[in-house]
């Protein structure tokens, strides 16, 4: 059983910073891409950056500059670093993997987090 766990998030007033975590756990053959993801209220899931296992990341335009995806591969986990934080950054951010489980062939599945609440106010 393959599990992705979120931590961080919470409240933030605009302006400060706020880092997100995730760790993929279980019987895991191979992590191949890690990112993360938005859902606002009323709005669409949306890519906030996702990074490969060669560490090359992709942002979203609304958070070049501000935020940071990094992820550690020997612990299988992915941390986002979110600065200079917007109230229009207010959302559930997700965590989510591409992700092979060990005995599955080397089909890689897609997996995702609880979720995590991020409020910025104004």
């Known amino acids: 059983q393959v599990q992705l766990v979120e931590s961080g998030g919470g409240l933030v007033q605009a302006g400060g910073s706020l880092r997100l975590s995730c760790a993929a756990s279980?019987?895991?053959?191979?992590?191949?891409?890690m990112g993360w993801y938005r859902q606002a209220p009323g709005k669409q899931r949306e890519l906030v950056a996702s990074?490969?296992?060669?560490?090359?990341?992709v942002y979203a335009d609304s958070v070049k500059g501000r935020f940071t995806i990094s992820r550690d591969n020997a612990k299988n986990t992915v941390s986002l670093q979110m600065s200079s934080l917007k109230p229009e950054d207010t959302a559930v951010y997700y965590c989510?993997?591409?992700?092979?489980?060990?005995?599955?062939?080397?089909?890689?599945?897609?997996?995702w987090g609880q979720g995590t609440q991020v409020t910025v106010s104004s």
């Open positions: 279980g019987s895991i053959f191979r992590v191949n891409n």
């Open positions: 990074i490969t296992s060669g560490t090359t990341p």
């Open positions: 989510n993997a591409a992700i092979i489980p060990r005995g599955a062939g080397f089909t890689s599945l897609g997996f």
